[in-house]
């Protein structure tokens, strides 16, 4: 198996480039593709520090490259933009494509816990196996300077792998994120079937129950919320994040957008805000 990254395809942009790579995971069993786009380089002895995007449901690594207006800024403030896939894909499970909230597409970013879905371990893929990937791959990345963020499914693993690995980050920030999954209908039906029946295990992929063990921030959460999405109220719950960072003197910002949905004009609106929120946490 080609454990190195191939490269599949390569768009010039903003003076640098989208590449999309595939590999094969030794960590999900099946091969794998993921975009970076490289800012343009000054010097050939320049590295870039590395910005995580993870999808939401239904996505792969391109929504995110060819919707979110991202690279215009990523281009000017020199971060490179990492966008991993969603879940592991031609594994050919029983039932992963059955529905769009679970399986293919529907990673969660957790490590599956249950024999049938041994091979869902998006947590360690993007905490582990990715960046090592990337280090020793690409020398103009240097991933010890890395933010993450993320949409939806997304923004809810920004949020969990950040506050898990908080001397992994410098930064994190979310665009509607499921903020308290183990409380919505998305959560339950991935956590009960990757995870199994006990709660207990479910309460470490939520980021408002793990923002009370980790809590020692010093980078000031990022949160945008379109009040018009149609998953405000029943799935994704950012008030109940909101309480829980109150509670705990966690610096949040969370800003409700009127009007704005759930989709990706709304994450291109207000991506510009993001970049630099990371940009600024990353030391440039």
């Known amino acids: 198996m080609e454990m190195k ?85 031609g594994l050919n499970v029983e039932g992963e494509s059955d529905c769009w909230d679970f399986g293919v597409g529907a990673g969660f970013y957790l490590n599956a816990t249950q024999e049938k879905w041994k091979n869902w371990k998006m947590y360690d893929y993007v905490v582990k196996e990715l960046p090592t990937l990337l280090h020793e791959n690409f020398p103009e990345l240097d991933t010890s300077r890395a933010s993450i963020f993320g949409h939806s499914m997304g923004g809810h693993g920004a949020l969990t792998i950040y506050l898990k690995n908080l001397d992994k980050y410098k930064s994190v920030s979310a665009f509607a994120p499921i903020a308290n999954p183990i409380n919505c209908p998305w959560g339950l039906k991935a956590f009960t079937n990757y995870l199994g029946e006990n709660k207990a295990d479910w309460e470490e992929y939520d980021a408002t129950c793990l923002v009370s063990k980790y809590n020692d921030l ?67």
């Open 5 to 89: 990254p191939t490269e599949i395809s390569s768009s010039k942009m903003f003076g640098g480039y989208n590449k999309r790579y595939k590999h094969y995971s030794p960590i999900l069993g099946c091969s794998m593709n993921f975009h970076i786009f490289f800012p343009p380089s000054s010097s050939p002895s320049h590295k870039f520090p590395v910005l995580y995007w993870l999808s939401g449901l239904t996505c792969t690594d391109e929504n995110f490259i060819t919707k979110s207006g991202a690279q215009r800024v990523a281009a000017s403030e020199g971060v490179a933009l990492i966008a991993p896939d969603t879940s592991p894909r």
């Open 218 to 284: 010093a980078a000031t959460i990022l949160i945008d919320q379109g009040e018009d999405d149609k998953f405000l109220k029943d799935q994704l719950l950012p008030q109940k994040f909101e309480e829980a960072c109150r509670k705990l003197n966690v610096p949040l910002l969370l800003r409700m957008q009127p009007g704005y949905d759930h989709s990706y004009f709304f994450i291109s609106t207000f991506i510009d805000d993001h970049i630099s929120h990371h940009a600024q946490a990353l030391n440039l």
